[in-house]
């Protein structure tokens, strides 16, 4: 099929065109508020005590949510693909995994109230010992570790699918124990499919707000995450977005842009090991 | 299953009982509020919409980058997964930027419902595109230049050789596209306004305390957007043959 040079370069200015109006434009103008009135004034706020401490709770949120769903999302990946459990079982399985994705954030928020909170559920049991699990950094914890929950399950099962299970059988055969196979064959195979979650993961950690929210008490110093300073910022000034808002959006902009750039190097690489 | 349980699957279920807690007909009622059906009409509508959009310019965008070749491609390429690396807030946050109030252009979409619209697409534009892109890569030209040779116009081609091949997964990506525009909640959390969207309703709810009626409107979200989703799936299945 020969396409002529106009309908290429129109389609081709379409894309762009769109892109740039939906994508480029607007992150560049998010930089560009943010140091309009210079380094220094961004740079205060982003270091204000209650940003340094809403920098460090995102990061520990991460840290708890990235590893508890790795090892998770690989186990569940296992079950999946290898496991010997009936179909239905593993459908159902399959199925419920994906909830996280199709659930609302703020769903999510509410359902750990209703189980974890004051009346709820299980609320009392930890109440009574004297642990607060919502409006505190637990709830605030498993409400991260639940919407990051499905991505190392989704990366990893489609790479273990395509390599098959040859080489471990063949390692099985040789006398390797189970737990020897699984760390000497398996995971050395799915590797960059593994790593590919692992930085989604991270980048839903790292930006999730309907959730954490919900669940959060909202203290600026303690309780607040980067994208909840953001939303508070912008409550406080009652819309008219500042240089306040811009600078933690900056600061966390800066954060997923590192992760993006993972993305990329990982994605290609999953890519290329199938 | 201990694992899921313990994070997902209880929690879920306690959103569903606290929705009947009080009986059905108390369900029913806080459902037949105006407010609450027209948060699910609004949020439908708006995700319909993000989803057919989605559709056609993901396509285009995965044609572009799979067919076409020019210098900057490859950032262009990287530049799709933004969405998913950038914390939904500042997605928000960078539309309230260009197209809110002191916007550089002068256009004053914030707080509007194409605000809305705006945001979903930002959010959810790698959906199609990621799943168009490898299908249109393994696809063989062979079939194309052989249609051309018949005498088949690119437009012919185009709708009878490729669209029929790309169909499912446009319309996964569609799917995929819909199902997290109904729960969006951060893009939308500073752009919405007084766009009554049922996410951010639910969050008005549970802020002023009454968790039943925030419950009620949860159920009744996830399910309409199951039937909705098991009817794009149905015939995506049908165009799939």
Redesign the interface.
């Known amino acids: ?3 002529s040079r106009r ?2 370069l129109s ?2 200015t ?3 065109v ?2 740039t109006l ?6 560049a ?2 930089f560009w ?1 943010t140091f309009e009135h210079g380094f220094g004034t961004a740079w205060s706020f982003m270091t204000t005590p209650a940003a340094v401490s809403a920098l460090w709770l995102t990061i520990l949120l991460a840290l708890i949510a990235v590893p508890l769903n790795t090892i ?1 999302g690989v186990g569940a990946a296992m079950v999946l693909v290898r496991g010997k459990a009936p179909r239905a079982g593993k459908a159902i ?1 399959d199925s ?2 994906d ?18 909170g004051q009346g ?2 299980f609320g009392d049991v930890f109440t009574n010992h004297g642990i607060r699990i919502i409006y505190a950094v637990p709830g605030m914890a ?1 409400a991260t ?2 919407v990051s ?1 499905p991505f190392v399950v989704r990366e990893v099962v489609p790479v273990l699918r395509e390599v098959g299970d040859e080489q471990e059988q063949a390692a099985a055969t040789l006398g390797a124990s189970s737990w020897q196979t699984f760390w000497r064959v398996t995971l050395p195979t799915i590797r960059w499919g593994v790593a590919y979650g692992v930085v ?1 993961t991270t ?1 839903r950690a ?5 959730a954490v ?2 669940v959060s008490s909202n203290v600026a110093g303690s309780t607040l995450t ?2 909840l300073l ?2 508070q910022r ?1 409550e406080q000034v009652g ?3 500042s240089t306040s ?2 600078a933690a ?1 900056t600061e ?2 800066v954060l ?2 590192v ?2 750039l993972l ?2 190097m990982f ?1 290609s690489r999953t890519k290329e090991a199938r | 299953m201990l694992y899921m349980s313990v994070f997902v699957l209880v929690p879920l279920a306690a959103v569903v009982a606290k929705s009947v807690s009080s009986g059905l007909g108390t369900l029913w009622d806080s459902i037949d509020n105006t407010l609450a059906i027209r948060a699910i009409v609004i949020t439908m509508t708006a995700s319909l919409i993000v989803a057919a959009i989605g559709a056609i310019m993901g396509t285009l965008v995965a044609w572009v980058l799979v067919r076409d070749q020019f210098r900057g491609k490859r950032v262009i390429n990287a530049l799709i997964d933004l969405p998913f690396a950038l914390p939904t807030i500042v997605a928000g946050l960078t539309l309230i930027a260009l197209y809110g109030p002191g916007s550089p252009v002068g256009i004053h979409l914030a707080y509007t419902r194409a605000a809305v619209i705006v945001a979903l697409l930002f959010v959810t534009l790698p959906f199609v595109v990621r799943s168009v892109q490898p299908v249109l890569l393994e696809l063989d030209q062979e079939v194309e230049e052989a249609a051309a040779s018949l005498g088949a116009s690119n437009l012919t081609t185009f709708r009878r050789v490729i669209l029929p091949v790309l169909k499912p997964a446009i319309f996964s990506g569609a799917a995929l596209a819909f199902a997290r525009s109904i729960g969006e909640f951060g893009s939308l959390a500073l752009i919405a306004g007084k766009v009554q969207i049922a996410s951010i309703v639910i969050y008005a709810d549970i802020e002023s305390g009454s968790e039943q009626s925030a419950a009620a409107l949860s159920v009744v979200l996830m399910l309409v957007a199951l039937i909705v989703l098991l009817i794009l799936r149905w015939i995506g299945a049908r165009v799939g043959h």
Do not use: K, N
């Open positions: 099929m020969v396409i309908t290429t389609l081709r379409i894309a762009l769109y892109l939906l994508l480029l434009l607007p992150v103008v998010v508020r998770f399985l419920l995994i909830l996280p994705f199709v659930v609302s954030p703020v769903i999510i928020g509410l359902a750990l109230i209703l189980v974890y709820g559920w498993i570790v639940f929950l989604l980048a790292l930006g999730e707000i309907g929210l919900v980067l994208p953001i939303f912008d819309g008219q977005v808002v811009y959006a966390l902009a997923s842009i992760v993006l993305m990329t994605g």
